[in-house]
């Protein structure tokens, strides 16, 4: 009897133990789901934030929902996100974001043009693998003036001196510089041949 106990015993303590372990696994795999939901959400704000804090500083003001009224522009191949900005359902500017291979990763910009095709202004979103004190530099307004007023119309002009173009390289950073010229001029003429498109009303 004692044997037939110390069995039966075991046997439930053995259930209890796979019941408590259960309960734990499907208690801990929930908490796992709940912060991995409210991470991507609070990340994704985030994100939105940095966006739209960016456009403001490359579109002049505007009243519109630049992310709800964003257009997604297909062209050889590749997707491009334009935003346009109204002000009391006027068009007064488009920003897009656009990358090139730097020397050490990709450099990630956004550019905004006014309603007759001038660059407003270029803003470096990304640029943490290039030289610093090298590379780096073309995240300073020096070096982003000179993209400033010109035209959307010949991006010809947005290429660095030594390859034909109007831009200054960074002594020492050209390919950095050339990667910023590319990653402008690359999205000028998707926005020249798209201009329609993306300026019409939503």
């Not at 259930?15 to 991995?36: G, K, Q, S, Y």
């Not at 990340?43 to 709800?68: F, H, S």
Request: with cysteine; glycine share 10%; charged share 20%.
């Amino acid at each position: 009897m004692t044997l037939q106990c110390e069995r039966t015993w075991a046997v439930k303590e053995t259930i209890r133990l796979v019941v408590v372990l259960t309960v734990f696994c499907a208690v801990a795999a929930l908490l796992l789901a709940w912060t991995d939901s409210a991470t991507k959400a609070r990340i994704e704000q985030e994100r939105k934030a940095e966006t739209i804090e960016a456009l403001g500083r490359v579109l002049p003001p505007c009243d519109n929902d630049l992310l709800a009224d964003a257009r997604i522009v297909k062209d050889g191949g590749t997707e491009w996100t334009f935003y346009a900005g109204r002000k009391t359902g006027t068009f007064v500017g488009a920003a897009f974001q656009s990358e090139a291979a730097g020397y050490g990763g990709p450099i990630k910009l956004l550019v905004g043009l006014l309603p007759d095709g001038a660059l407003n202004g270029v803003q470096i979103l990304a640029a943490d693998k290039e030289t610093p004190g090298l590379g780096s530099k073309v995240s300073k307004p020096e070096f982003l003036r000179q993209f400033a007023g010109q035209s959307a119309a010949d991006a010809g002009w947005a290429a660095v001196k030594r390859d034909g173009g109007q831009i200054q390289a960074i002594t020492g950073a050209t390919i950095s510089s050339r990667a910023v010229a590319r990653a402008v001029r690359m999205g000028l003429e998707v926005y020249t041949k798209h201009g329609p498109e993306i300026r019409g009303a939503n």
